[in-house]
C-alpha cells in the first residue's frame, strides 16, 4: 500500500505530461522533465504555466491561444480538480496577453464545466485586463463542453417517433391511450 501511495503523484504527472502529449503539445526535454518532477497540484499547475508561456514565446497569437486552450483544457480533463489552480497558474503567465489568458479559462472550462464560476474568478483575478474576454470565453466553454455532451447522446432531441401532444387542450383525442 506504501508503494502505491508513494506512486501516486508520479502517475498524476504522468497523465498531465500524457495528456499535454496527446493534445499535440511539443514539450522540450526541459518542460517534460519539469512536468514529470511536479509533485502535487500546485507543482503541476506551475508546470503547465510554464508549458502556456513556451507556447505564448513560440506562436504566433493566433495559433498560440488554440494551443494554450488544447493545452489547459487537456490537462483539466485529465484532473479536472486542478482546474482552478491550473487556471490561476496560468493565466497569471499570460496576463499581459488578454486573449491567451481568455484561452486558458476557457480551456479550463470546457473540461470543468461544474467549476466555471471558480474558473472565471481565478483568471480574472490573474489577468484583471483579459476580465470581459474572460467572461465571453468560459462561457464557451461551458457551451462547448454542454454540446459536446449532447452530441454524445445522439439524435434523443429529436423525439423520432413520438407525436407531439397538445400543449393546452390536454389531448383528449390522443390515439395513444390503450382500452
Known amino acids: ?32 522533465a519539469e512536468v514529470l518532477a511536479a ?10 504555466a510554464n508549458v502556456v508561456s513556451a507556447i505564448a514565446a513560440s506562436m504566433p497569437a493566433a495559433e498560440a491561444a488554440a494551443a494554450v486552450k488544447s493545452a489547459v483544457a487537456a490537462v483539466v480533463a485529465a484532473n479536472p480538480a486542478a482546474a482552478v489552480s491550473v487556471t490561476a497558474a496560468a493565466a497569471t503567465k499570460v496576463a499581459s496577453q488578454p486573449a491567451l489568458a481568455a484561452a486558458v479559462a476557457q480551456g479550463a472550462a470546457q473540461s470543468a464545466p461544474a467549476a466555471s464560476t471558480a474558473i472565471s474568478a481565478a483568471a480574472t483575478k490573474a489577468a484583471p ?3 470581459a474576454a474572460v467572461k465571453t470565453a468560459v462561457a464557451a466553454g461551458v457551451a462547448a463542453a454542454s454540446q459536446s455532451s449532447t452530441s454524445t447522446s445522439g439524435t434523443s432531441t429529436n423525439n423520432t417517433g413520438v407525436q407531439p401532444r397538445p400543449s393546452s387542450n390536454g389531448g383528449g383525442n390522443t390515439p395513444a391511450s390503450p382500452n
Open 129 to 131: 485586463a483579459a476580465a
Open 1 to 32: 500500500m506504501a508503494a502505491a501511495l508513494a506512486a501516486g503523484p508520479a502517475f498524476a504527472d504522468q497523465a498531465a505530461l500524457d495528456a499535454l502529449q496527446g493534445a499535440g503539445v511539443a514539450l522540450s526535454p526541459e518542460l517534460t
Open 39 to 48: 509533485e502535487g497540484e500546485a507543482a503541476i499547475a506551475a508546470a503547465v
